[in-house]
C-alpha cells in the first residue's frame, strides 16, 4: 500500500522559470485566476463565469497550461463529477481531499483497518495509554509502514470507541495510571484479548464511515457536506 506522506497543506516553492513561460492573453487570464485560489483551486465552470471567456477557449487554454506545467487537475471529493484545477506550485487543501484517510478521492478502508487493528494490539500490551503514547508506540516500533499523526491515532481510537472495542476513561493518577496526568483522556480495551481475545464486540455505529471523516465537524444535515450527499453514508445505510 503506498500512500503521500507529506501534508496536505504544504506548499511547493514556486517555480519561476515556469511561471515566466510565455502566455497568451487567455492563457494569462485562467493561470492568474487559477493561482489566486492557491490550495482551494476552481470548479471550470466558475473560471468561466469570472473570466467570461468562451467554452472553447477555455478548454484550449486549459490543456496548453497543463502542458506547460503551470497548473494540474485535481480531485475534489465533494464534486468528483467536476474538473477542478491548481496551480502545480500548491497541494490541495483537506477541504478537497478529504485528509488523511482519502487517496485520490477515495476513502483509504484498508489503510483505517489496519491502524484499527494495530492501536488495538497496542492498546492490549501498554493496558491503558492516551493517543499519544499510542501514536509513539507504533511510530517507534515500525507496527505501521507509515508514520502516523498523533491526530491520525486520535480519530481512529474515537472510532473503536464507536465501534465497542476499546473504552475512552479518565486518568486518576494513581494504580495503573500513575503514569498519566490526572484528569487526562486515555483509552483501554473492552475486553481481555482486544482483537485476539475471541473478537471484539461490535457496537452499533460499527464500520459507520462518519467514524474517521475529517469533515465530520462540518457535517449538517442541509449543508454542503450532508449526510444526504455522502456517498459512503449511503452505502454504509444500503449495507
Given at each position: 500500500?503506498?500512500?503521500?506522506?507529506?501534508?496536505?497543506?504544504?506548499?511547493?516553492?514556486?517555480?519561476t522559470?515556469?511561471?515566466?513561460?510565455p502566455?497568451l492573453?487567455?492563457?494569462?487570464?485562467?493561470?492568474?485566476?487559477?493561482?489566486?485560489?492557491?490550495?482551494?483551486?476552481?470548479?471550470?465552470?466558475d473560471?468561466?463565469?469570472?473570466?467570461?471567456l468562451?467554452?472553447?477557449v477555455?478548454?484550449?487554454s486549459?490543456?496548453?497550461?497543463?502542458?506547460?506545467?503551470?497548473?494540474?487537475?485535481?480531485?475534489?471529493?465533494?464534486?468528483?463529477?467536476?474538473?477542478h484545477?491548481?496551480a502545480?506550485?500548491?497541494?490541495?487543501?483537506?477541504?478537497?481531499?478529504?485528509g488523511?484517510?482519502?487517496?485520490?478521492?477515495?476513502?483509504?478502508?484498508?489503510?483505517?483497518?489496519?491502524?484499527?487493528?494495530?492501536?488495538?494490539k497496542?492498546?492490549?500490551k501498554?493496558?491503558?495509554?492516551?493517543?499519544e503514547?499510542?501514536?509513539?508506540?507504533?511510530?517507534?516500533?515500525g507496527?505501521c509502514?507509515?508514520?502516523?499523526?498523533?491526530?491520525?491515532?486520535?480519530?481512529?481510537?474515537?472510532?473503536?470507541?464507536?465501534d465497542?472495542?476499546?473504552?475512552?476513561v479518565?486518568?486518576?493518577?494513581s494504580?495503573?495510571?500513575?503514569?498519566?496526568?490526572?484528569?487526562?483522556?486515555?483509552?483501554?480495551?473492552?475486553?481481555?484479548?482486544?482483537?485476539g481475545?475471541?473478537?471484539?464486540?461490535?457496537?452499533?455505529?460499527?464500520?459507520?464511515?462518519?467514524?474517521?471523516?475529517?469533515?465530520?465537524?462540518?457535517c449538517?444535515?442541509?449543508?454542503?457536506?450532508?449526510?444526504?450527499?455522502?456517498?459512503?453514508?449511503?452505502?454504509?445505510?444500503?449495507?
Amino acid at each position: 500500500m503506498s500512500r503521500s506522506q507529506g501534508s496536505s497543506l504544504k506548499r511547493k516553492r514556486p517555480d519561476t522559470n515556469t511561471a515566466s513561460q510565455p502566455l497568451l492573453d487567455a492563457e494569462r487570464v485562467l493561470y492568474d485566476l487559477i493561482r489566486s485560489k492557491e490550495d482551494m483551486g476552481i470548479w471550470t465552470r466558475d473560471m468561466k463565469r469570472e473570466t467570461n471567456l468562451p467554452d472553447n477557449v477555455v478548454t484550449k487554454s486549459l490543456k496548453a497550461l497543463q502542458v506547460k506545467k503551470l497548473i494540474k487537475e485535481v480531485v475534489n471529493i465533494q464534486s468528483k463529477g467536476r474538473k477542478h484545477y491548481m496551480a502545480v506550485e500548491f497541494e490541495p487543501s483537506k477541504e478537497l481531499t478529504g485528509g488523511a484517510w482519502y487517496v485520490e478521492g477515495n476513502l483509504d478502508t484498508e489503510y483505517i483497518k489496519i491502524l484499527k487493528e494495530t492501536c488495538v494490539k497496542v492498546l492490549s500490551k501498554l493496558k491503558v495509554a492516551t493517543a499519544e503514547g499510542i501514536s509513539e508506540s507504533i511510530n517507534k516500533t515500525g507496527l505501521c509502514a507509515t508514520e502516523c499523526s498523533t491526530q491520525q491515532i486520535a480519530e481512529i481510537l474515537r472510532a473503536l470507541v464507536l465501534d465497542n472495542e476499546i473504552m475512552e476513561v479518565r486518568s486518576s493518577g494513581s494504580g495503573e495510571f500513575s503514569s498519566i496526568p490526572i484528569g487526562a483522556v486515555c483509552y483501554r480495551c473492552t475486553n481481555k484479548g482486544g482483537l485476539g481475545g475471541g473478537g471484539p464486540t461490535i457496537g452499533a455505529m460499527a464500520s459507520i464511515p462518519c467514524g474517521v471523516c475529517p469533515r465530520i465537524t462540518q457535517c449538517t444535515p442541509d449543508g454542503v457536506i450532508s449526510p444526504k450527499t455522502c456517498a459512503y453514508y449511503t452505502k454504509w445505510l444500503d449495507f
